[in-house]
C-alpha cells in the first residue's frame, strides 16, 4: 500500500505570511508525529497524536504553531505568522499503534522562508 | 533532557569496508531506535534496540542499556549506504524520541 505522503513537497513564503504542511499517514495507522530538521540537525519532536486522545504538543516551539489531525488520518501543520528561524524540512511519521514502535516517515516539506 | 550524541561525526569508507557508529546517551532509556536518512531525505528505521543485539542481513546493533550506549555495525559497506544514521532515545514507555544529530557516512565506489 502507499506510505506516507505529505505536501507540498517545498514551500517558499514570505516572513509573516502563514503556511499549511499537510501528512498524510499510511491507512489505519493510529499514531502520527510531526517532526522538524533543520540544516543539518538532527530531528526535533514537535507533536504527536495517538487516536482519540488529546496530542502531545510539548514540542511546538512557539504558539504560531498548531497542529490538528482530522478523522484519525489526514494531519495539517500550521505555522502562522512564520520566521526566517522557521525555515526547516518537517517530517511527518506514523506508526500501527501504541504499542508499536517502527515509524514509517514521509518524504518532508522543505520549508523556505524569506 | 536527556542527551544524545553520536559519534564520528563524519565518515568516508571505500566500498567493502566495515565501519561502526556509536550512540551514547546520558540516563536510562527504555526505548532505542536506529534510522537511516539517505540522500533524497528519506528517513527508514532500522532497528528497535532498547537492549541486546539484532541483525539484518549487513547491519547489525548491539544496546548496553546499562552503560548508556548503542552501536551500529556495517559491515561490507556499499554505495547505497551513504546517508545519515540517527540513533534516537525514548525514556519511561514514552512516544517521544529524542534525536542524536547523526553520523553522516559516504562510502566511495
Known amino acids: 500500500g502507499a506510505g506516507v505522503s505529505q505536501s507540498p513537497s517545498n514551500k517558499v513564503t514570505e516572513k509573516g505570511k502563514d503556511v499549511e504542511l499537510r501528512c498524510d499517514p499510511i491507512?489505519?495507522?493510529?499514531?502520527l508525529y510531526w517532526y522538524r530538521q533543520s540544516l543539518g540537525q538532527g530531528l526535533e519532536f514537535l507533536i504527536y497524536?495517538?487516536?482519540?486522545?488529546?496530542?502531545?504538543k510539548s514540542g511546538l516551539p512557539s504558539d504560531r504553531f498548531s497542529a490538528e489531525r482530522t478523522g484519525g488520518s489526514v494531519s495539517t501543520l500550521t505555522i502562522q505568522r512564520t520566521q526566517q528561524e522557521d525555515s526547516a524540512v518537517y517530517l511527518c511519521?506514523?506508526?500501527?499503534?501504541?504499542?508499536?514502535?517502527?515509524?514509517?516517515f514521509g518524504p518532508g516539506t522543505r520549508l523556505t522562508v524569506l | 533532557g536527556i542527551q544524545v550524541e553520536q559519534s564520528p561525526p563524519d565518515l568516508i569508507l571505500q566500498e567493502g569496508a566495515n565501519s561502526t557508529l556509536r550512540c551514547n546517551f546520558s540516563?536510562?532509556?527504555?526505548?532505542l531506535q536506529w534510522f537511516h536518512q539517505n540522500p533524497w531525505g528519506q528517513l527508514i528505521n532500522l532497528f528497535y534496540?532498547?537492549?541486546g543485539t539484532k541483525q539484518n542481513g549487513r547491519l547489525s546493533a548491539t544496546t548496553v542499556a546499562t552503560e548508556r550506549y548503542s552501536l551500529l555495525y556495517i559491515s561490507s559497506s556499499q554505495t547505497t549506504d551513504s546517508g545519515v544514521y540517527f540513533c534516537?532515545?525514548?525514556?519511561?514507555?514514552?512516544?517521544?524520541?529524542?534525536f542524536g544529530t547523526g553520523t553522516r557516512l559516504k562510502v566511495l565506489a
Open positions: 491507512s489505519g495507522h493510529t499514531a
Open positions: 497524536f495517538q487516536g482519540n486522545s488529546a496530542p502531545d
Open positions: 534516537a532515545v525514548g525514556q519511561g514507555g514514552t512516544y517521544k524520541y529524542i
Open positions: 534496540i532498547p537492549s
Open positions: 511519521a506514523s506508526k500501527a499503534g501504541v504499542s508499536t514502535d517502527t515509524q514509517y
Open positions: 540516563d536510562s532509556v527504555n526505548n
